[in-house]
């Protein structure tokens, strides 16, 4: 599973000129799945995304995490984040789980997301044509991948 995290004051996410998720402060995760993922790969992303400590303290230092601010989570499934570009200029999406496990992969990401959380988050539609809008804080954008264990 790989994840593009962005730190946010505020994102939403329109589907078909209907908004259906909005947050403020808090973060906006750009979710891909791969075939070889497991329960494994979604335990170390969550607990990466709820405690990595990217959101100023009084003093002005990253070292607060979103549960630590009472932050929202907005999660958008992107199966172009396993996209191989090695050759041509057309990606090829072959690592990416197939639709099926990948729906249920992000339904159980979200389910545990939001128990380790401890409140609901916000999502996306899986497979719909999504409108992402946000404003990155700071910008903070950090890239995680289960498999590299980064």
């Not at 979710?31 to 709820?50: C, M």
Request: net charge negative; hydrophobic share 40%; aromatic share 4%.
């Amino acid at each position: 599973m790989r994840i593009v995290l962005q730190r946010v004051l505020e994102a939403s996410v329109t589907i078909s000129g209907v908004e259906k998720a909005r947050i403020d402060k808090g973060l906006l995760l750009l979710l891909g799945i791969e075939t070889a993922d497991s329960k494994e790969d979604r335990d170390w992303l969550i607990r990466k995304v709820i405690n990595m400590r990217i959101f100023n303290d009084d003093e002005g230092v990253m070292n607060l995490s979103v549960k630590d601010i009472a932050g929202e989570i907005v999660v958008v499934s992107q199966f172009t984040l396993h996209a191989s570009t090695k050759r041509g200029n057309r990606p090829s999406y072959i690592n990416a789980a197939p639709p099926e496990m990948a729906n249920e992969q992000y339904e159980l990401f979200k389910l545990e997301l939001a128990a380790e959380l401890g409140k609901s988050i916000c999502c996306g539609e899986f497979g719909a044509d999504m409108k992402v809008k946000l404003i990155n804080d700071g910008p903070v954008t950090i890239l995680l991948d289960s498999k590299n264990k980064e």
